[in-house]
C-alpha cells in the first residue's frame, strides 16, 4: 500500500500543505508515500528519501493557465478529500487544507480535521496512518535551505535599510478587491516615504524607475520558476530586510514560515482585509501591521 498525497491547486496552497506532508511522513515510518504536487514542486526537496518519491502532476501550473498533460485517476479527483485505488491511499492535499476550514491558510483545526480523516479511511479500508500533532504551530511550514550569501552580501553592500514589496499577483482572483492599479500607487508611497534613505526591493519588474528602487530578477537573478525555488529565496530575501509589505496571495504569503515569523526585526506590513490580517497577527504571530493604500 502507497500512500499518494497530491495537490492540484497553485503555490500558497501548496506552501501551507508541507508541514502536514512532514508530519505524516515522519510518522508512517513503514509505508511508501508518492508526493504529486502541480507546482512548487522544490518545497518537498527535504522530504524525499528512497520511500519517498516526488512524481509530476497530470495537470500542471504553468504561471496563468493550467497545462493537462494526461487524464488519470488524480486529474479526475480535484474535488475528492480522500480515495482508495487499486489498494492504495490517495489523499487530495488541497482539501485537505480547505474543506470545513474558515480561511484556506489557517492551520488551527486542521490536527483534529486529519486525524477525523484518518480514522475514516482507517474505518473504511483497514489501513492505519498515525498523525501524531495536536498542536498547529507544529504544521506551520520550514521551508527548504538555500544558499543565499550573494544576495546577503549584495545588500548589506548597500549600506542602507532595505525595504521588500510583494508587487506580485494572485491567479486565483482572491486579490479581486484590490484596486486593479495597487501595485503601483503602493510603489509610488514607498518610493515617497522611503526612496531616498532606503533601498527598496520588489518581486518583480515594474515600469517605475527610481535610483533605489530595484527587483530580485534583474538584481539578483532571481527569475520564477514552476518548481518554486524563486519564491522560497524570495522569503530568504525578506528575511533580510527591515520592512516588509505584502497583500494576500500564495507568492508573497512564503513569508509565513517558522523562521521568517520567529524573526521579530522585520516589521511586516499588510495592505488587504483586516480579517486576513488578524490571521497574520494573532495565528501566525507575524509582527504585522495594516495599510490602506488608497
Same mark, same amino acid.
Given at each position: 500500500?502507497k500512500? +499518494?498525497?497530491?495537490?492540484?491547486?497553485?503555490?500558497?496552497?501548496?506552501?501551507?500543505? *508541507?508541514?502536514?506532508?512532514k508530519?505524516? +511522513?515522519?510518522d508512517?515510518?513503514?509505508?511508501?508515500?508518492?508526493?504529486?504536487p502541480?507546482?512548487?514542486?522544490?518545497?518537498?526537496?527535504?522530504?524525499?528519501?528512497?520511500r519517498?518519491?516526488?512524481?509530476?502532476?497530470?495537470?500542471?501550473?504553468?504561471?496563468?493557465?493550467?497545462? &493537462?498533460?494526461? %487524464?488519470?485517476?488524480?486529474?479526475?479527483?480535484?474535488?475528492?478529500?480522500?480515495?482508495?485505488?487499486? $489498494?492504495?491511499?490517495?489523499?487530495?492535499?488541497?482539501?485537505?487544507?480547505?474543506?470545513?476550514?474558515y480561511?484556506c491558510?489557517?492551520?488551527?483545526?486542521?490536527?483534529?480535521?486529519? %486525524?477525523?480523516?484518518?480514522?475514516?479511511?482507517?474505518?473504511?479500508?483497514?489501513?492505519?496512518?498515525?498523525?501524531?500533532?495536536?498542536?498547529? %504551530?507544529?504544521?506551520?511550514?520550514i521551508?527548504?535551505?538555500?544558499?543565499?550569501?550573494?544576495?546577503?552580501?549584495?545588500? #548589506?553592500?548597500?549600506?542602507?535599510k532595505i525595504? @521588500?514589496?510583494y508587487?506580485?499577483?494572485? &491567479?486565483c482572483?482572491?486579490? $479581486?478587491?484590490?484596486?486593479?492599479?495597487?501595485?503601483?500607487?503602493?510603489?509610488?508611497?514607498?518610493?515617497h516615504?522611503?526612496?531616498?534613505?532606503?533601498?527598496i526591493?520588489?518581486?518583480?519588474?515594474?515600469?517605475?524607475?527610481?535610483?533605489?528602487l530595484?527587483?530580485?530578477? #534583474?538584481?539578483? /537573478?532571481?527569475?520564477?520558476?514552476?518548481?518554486? %525555488?524563486?519564491?522560497?529565496?524570495?522569503?530568504?530575501? #525578506?528575511? *533580510?530586510?527591515?520592512?516588509?509589505? @505584502?497583500?494576500?496571495?500564495?507568492?508573497?504569503?512564503?513569508? *509565513?514560515?517558522?523562521?521568517?515569523? #520567529?524573526?521579530?526585526?522585520?516589521?511586516?506590513?499588510?495592505? /488587504?482585509?483586516?480579517?486576513?490580517?488578524?490571521?497574520?497577527?494573532?495565528?501566525?504571530?507575524?509582527?504585522?501591521? @495594516?495599510?490602506?493604500?488608497?
Amino acid at each position: 500500500m502507497k500512500i +499518494i498525497l497530491h495537490n492540484p491547486s497553485h503555490n500558497g496552497d501548496q506552501l501551507h500543505t *508541507l508541514g502536514i506532508m512532514k508530519q505524516l +511522513i515522519n510518522d508512517n515510518l513503514d509505508k511508501e508515500f508518492i508526493i504529486v504536487p502541480a507546482c512548487t514542486s522544490y518545497l518537498f526537496n527535504e522530504l524525499l528519501t528512497n520511500r519517498v518519491i516526488l512524481e509530476e502532476h497530470p495537470v500542471l501550473w504553468n504561471n496563468d493557465k493550467n497545462i &493537462f498533460n494526461n %487524464k488519470n485517476f488524480i486529474s479526475e479527483n480535484h474535488d475528492t478529500l480522500w480515495n482508495y485505488h487499486d $489498494s492504495n491511499i490517495y489523499i487530495n492535499m488541497w482539501k485537505l487544507l480547505v474543506k470545513d476550514n474558515y480561511n484556506c491558510i489557517s492551520l488551527v483545526d486542521r490536527p483534529r480535521f486529519i %486525524k477525523n480523516m484518518l480514522n475514516e479511511i482507517n474505518n473504511q479500508t483497514g489501513n492505519n496512518i498515525h498523525f501524531n500533532c495536536d498542536n498547529y %504551530k507544529e504544521l506551520i511550514p520550514i521551508l527548504p535551505y538555500i544558499d543565499i550569501d550573494f544576495i546577503r552580501e549584495k545588500i #548589506a553592500s548597500y549600506n542602507k535599510k532595505i525595504i @521588500f514589496f510583494y508587487n506580485q499577483n494572485s &491567479f486565483c482572483g482572491i486579490e $479581486s478587491s484590490y484596486p486593479s492599479d495597487i501595485n503601483e500607487k503602493t510603489i509610488l508611497k514607498l518610493i515617497h516615504d522611503y526612496g531616498e534613505d532606503h533601498m527598496i526591493i520588489l518581486s518583480k519588474p515594474c515600469n517605475i524607475t527610481h535610483k533605489n528602487l530595484i527587483n530580485v530578477e #534583474a538584481e539578483f /537573478g532571481n527569475l520564477p520558476s514552476l518548481d518554486g %525555488k524563486n519564491l522560497i529565496i524570495n522569503a530568504n530575501i #525578506a528575511n *533580510l530586510c527591515d520592512e516588509i509589505y @505584502f497583500k494576500t496571495n500564495g507568492g508573497s504569503l512564503f513569508i *509565513l514560515n517558522q523562521k521568517n515569523i #520567529a524573526n521579530k526585526n522585520v516589521k511586516y506590513n499588510f495592505i /488587504g482585509d483586516t480579517c486576513w490580517q488578524n490571521i497574520y497577527y494573532n495565528e501566525y504571530e507575524l509582527n504585522s501591521s @495594516f495599510v490602506k493604500i488608497l
